[in-house]
């Protein structure tokens, strides 16, 4: 059984703009003992599912302003917390997280909910480790919505960006999280930004915060990257699905070059949206970006 802490529940009382029903899959296939949460907004009925997923140091919080534009137009919206995140279980040791276990984290969760007609909603980690996803399962998703990610080949030099990134992590094994996305989101609210940090009352709960850094492959024989260059093929040559990226201007690691070169491997991808204000955490202008997104998947299907 996995040693893990679950973040109380009166953390995340009256978060502004998060009304949402918390749901639990109790110990899915393979991580017996860890409960993972999602939401899952919309009728479970709807022709179209928008799997959002998210990435460090952030959790469902994040998708707030983008899941009523997909139910408003009726469509499912479902959110996971990966395990160390939000409301999901968070294993206190920090082996525990690897590549690996977050991605058969999410294949499980989509099997067991049996998710279909998916379109892969994914920034940061949420792409990382997403968009190794549609090539196992492709059957089951249909279109890309893309922000400020990349794929971890491990045979590309890592930015000094995140180089720069991942050295500030391993020196504030603690960090403040709302501090921090406040200084990489200044139009966050005192409010918002306590909402982010809500699931990470101290270091014991950050195991899973501080990890996601340290897995970005480096070498081509690192975790995750033999898979992640089987995906750039896969992405590249065989998929068929429709794609639309949103870029953040402001984002010194995960910005307009990251997103051009991802924009020009994907097979079927256009033009992307730029946001000039925003920075690397793009769902804080997410009503724009839905609203965008779904207007492109709709002229594509006319």
């Not at 276990?101 to 049996?114: C, G, P, S, V």
């Not at 940090?197 to 970005?216: I, N």
């Not at 920075?279 to 997410?286: L, P, T, Y």
Request: aromatic share 12%.
């Amino acid at each position: 059984m996995t040693e893990a802490l679950r973040t109380p529940d009166e953390r995340f009382a009256g978060l502004p703009g998060y009304d949402f029903e918390p749901r639990y899959l109790e110990a899915p296939r393979g991580f017996e003992g860890l409960r993972l949460h999602y939401l899952d907004e919309g009728p479970a009925s709807a022709s179209e599912t928008f799997l959002c997923l998210h990435g460090q140091p952030t959790w469902s919080y994040l998708y707030r302003k983008m899941i009523p534009v997909f139910t408003a137009a009726g469509h499912r919206a479902v959110a996971p917390d990966f395990y160390g995140f939000g409301r999901s279980d968070k294993p206190v040791d920090d082996a525990v997280y690897s590549f690996d276990f977050h991605r058969r984290t999410l294949l499980a969760f989509i099997e067991q909910l049996d998710l279909r007609r998916v379109t892969l909603v994914a920034q940061d980690w949420g792409g990382l480790i997403g968009l190794t996803l549609p090539m196992e399962m492709p059957q089951r998703f249909d279109r890309l919505l893309l922000m400020n990610t990349i794929l971890g080949t491990g045979d590309l030099p890592l930015s000094e960006g995140f180089i720069e990134w991942r050295a500030w992590c391993r020196r504030n094994p603690d960090m403040d999280v709302a501090a921090l996305m406040g200084r990489a989101c200044p139009r966050l609210t005192p409010e918002e930004r306590a909402a982010y940090a809500a699931p990470f009352p101290d270091a014991h709960h950050k195991a899973g915060v501080r990890r996601f850094p340290e897995l970005v492959p480096e070498g081509p024989d690192d975790p995750g990257a033999e898979l992640s260059r089987q995906a750039r093929r896969w992405l590249a040559q065989e998929w068929n699905g429709r794609s639309f990226f949103a870029v953040g201007a402001r984002d010194p690691v995960l910005g307009r070059p990251a997103m051009r070169y991802l924009q020009r491997l994907v097979r079927h991808s256009p033009e992307p949206l730029v946001l000039s204000e925003a920075g690397h955490f793009v769902q804080e202008w997410g009503e724009e970006v839905a609203t965008a997104a779904l207007g492109a998947f709709a002229e594509e299907n006319r």
